[in-house]
């Protein structure tokens, strides 16, 4: 079984700036992927970034540029540092690991930007 928890959400202004985490334990074998999602009120969940075991990324377009996905693999903890933040980015963010074929998820972390 494996185990994600977030943290690093919060409440920030437009233009500000957060930085979440997300520490995995647990059986974890060999290669895995690390993504964020998020989910806004009403909305459907939404892929934000991934990143492979060997630091290959990809983000969704309405975060590149302004969101970066890095990972600590000592640690077996991913990060998302989000930079220039707008309203729009509010939602729950959630990590999740794809590892022998399995997906595992956070419980997830509340970001809001609001003035």
């Known amino acids: 079984q494996v185990q994600l928890v977030e943290s690093g959400g919060g409440l920030v202004q437009p233009g500000g700036s957060l930085r979440l985490s997300c520490a995995a334990s647990?059986?974890?074998?060999?290669?895995?992927?690390m993504r964020w999602y998020r989910q806004a009120p009403g909305k459907q969940h939404e892929f934000v970034a991934v990143i492979t075991s060997g630091g290959t990324t990809n983000y969704a377009g309405s975060v590149k540029g302004r969101f970066t996905i890095s990972r600590d693999n000592a640690k077996k903890t991913v990060y998302l540092q989000m930079n220039s933040l707008k309203p729009e980015d509010t939602a729950v963010y959630y990590c999740?690991?794809?590892?022998?074929?399995?997906?595992?998820w956070g419980q997830g972390t509340q970001v809001t930007v609001s003035s």
């Open positions: 999740s690991l794809a590892n022998m074929g399995n997906d595992y």
């Open positions: 647990g059986s974890i074998f060999g290669e895995y992927v």
